[in-house]
């Protein structure tokens, strides 16, 4: 996606070989024409999947979904990282380890809002070890739903997040794929036919 790589070179900042800060248009402050346009890409990318619900996890993940739906026309559920108080009913959940924090977490969804029936369409910020989207896509496993594919806006291609997804299967749908970076620049993966 041309626009999003254009914002990238100009206001993302490459903080180390591995981390990207991208917080003054994507998930800090927001740029909500952008967002609204990367849901509409994800929506025309998997378009004819009969897609009934968008996944996400809290909370960097959660315009991007909501964009997405709104583009879809269905639902979006995100799950939580915490078990809230008022999640009372029972949940379906995965651990996810955090590189950043260096510690394993639980995701969890209220088993009232994914079933078998449904057909899911799983969005994030970025893929990049693949922790957290592998612990989306066993969430939905666990429902018994049919995952449809996974939409990440960045991909960090030197990581391992694509070839974990990859073994399971899984369609990746990354709107900008990054092959190297350094605090000198940003290499890009060239754009495939249909961007
Ligand atoms: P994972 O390693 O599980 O693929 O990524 C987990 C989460 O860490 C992502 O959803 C994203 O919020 C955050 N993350 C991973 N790499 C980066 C990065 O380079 N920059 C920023 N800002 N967040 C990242």
Redesign the pocket.
Known sequence: MKRLQERIQKDGKV?SS??????AF??HQVDPLLTMEIGKEFAERFRGEKITKVLT?EA??IHFALATAVSLQVPFVYAKKKKAVTLTEEVYSAP?Y???RQEEYQISVSRQYLSAEDRILIV????????????LTDIVKEAGAHLVGVGAV?E?SF?E?RSLLEQRGIRIESLARIIAMSPEGIQFAAAPVHQ
């Open positions: 903080l591995h981390v990207l800060k991208v917080d994507l998930n996890i960097s993940g996810v955090s590189f950043t994030d910020d970025f893929l990049a070890t693949g922790a957290a989207l592998v612990g960045i960090k990581q997040g």
